[in-house]
């Protein structure tokens, strides 16, 4: 099992609508979690950094943490085309100490 | 403020020979994490140095290795390149270690293996 999960896509979205990006992890212990966006050519870029159990909001983004069930998720609302690119869900390992990747999720909003 | 700035940029090397890549973190983060992409196989942790010492290491050969100045600055080399070694290198700088706070990228270096 892969520590870190995300469906590769591409997920298509219309223009407008929720787009919604989620992951899974492996190790029951891990405590800080992100989501990167990361355009093609160019490197990833922070979009939130969550650690606690629920929703955090910023802007049109709120990422989703349910501990119990390993999972966290990213939610664009009224996407744009913009928004069109690869996401990245990290995990920091309690285990190591280190961050983690996951394959990332292509993501296209059309118009 | 500076963002975290990589150099060189792009760099073309032939099989065996070795390479230095080199990143200066944001001011004041003390921890420098370096990461190899590629198509295949996605975004890899290479290591992690904090203070000079290196705190975490990936599952990468000995031909990678890495060390940190005291001015926080860090270096990354791989000896003996393989055409494999192609990909995207990037650092990730944060205050402090091991993925409690934001990690920032650079650019990237893109090193092509001919």
């Known amino acids: 099992q892969k520590e870190v999960e995300q469906n590769s896509g591409p997920l298509s979205v219309p223009e407008g609508a929720i787009a919604s990006l989620n992951c899974t992890y492996s190790d029951r212990g891990s405590q800080s979690f992100f989501w990167y966006r990361q355009y093609s050519g160019k490197s990833p870029e922070l979009i939130m950094f969550?650690?606690?159990?629920g929703d955090k909001e910023d802007g049109r983004f709120t990422a989703q943490l349910n501990k119990a069930s390993q999972y966290v998720s990213l939610l664009i609302r009224d996407s744009q085309p913009s928004d069109s690119a690869t996401y990245l869900c990290?995990?920091?390992?309690?285990?190591?100490?280190?961050?983690?990747f996951g394959s990332g999720t292509r993501l296209s909003i059309r118009p | 403020k500076a963002g975290v700035t990589q150099t060189p940029r792009y760099l073309i090397k032939t099989r065996g020979q070795q390479v230095t890549l080199s990143c200066s973190p944001i001011?004041?983060?003390?921890?420098v994490s370096w990461y190899q992409q590629t198509p295949g196989q996605g975004l890899q942790f290479l290591f992690e140095?904090?203070?000079?010492?290196?705190?975490n290491k990936g599952n990468f050969p000995g031909r990678f290795s890495g060390r940190q100045f005291s001015n926080s600055r860090s270096e990354m080399n791989v000896s003996t390149l393989e055409l494999g070694d192609s990909a995207l290198y990037l650092c990730a700088s944060s205050s402090s270690t091991g993925g409690d706070t934001e990690a920032f990228f650079g650019q990237g270096t893109r090193l092509t293996v001919v």
């Open positions: 990290a995990v920091k390992l309690s285990s190591a100490s280190k961050i983690i």
């Open positions: 969550i650690y606690s159990n």
């Open positions: 140095y904090f203070s000079e010492t290196q705190r």
């Open positions: 001011s004041g983060h003390r921890s």
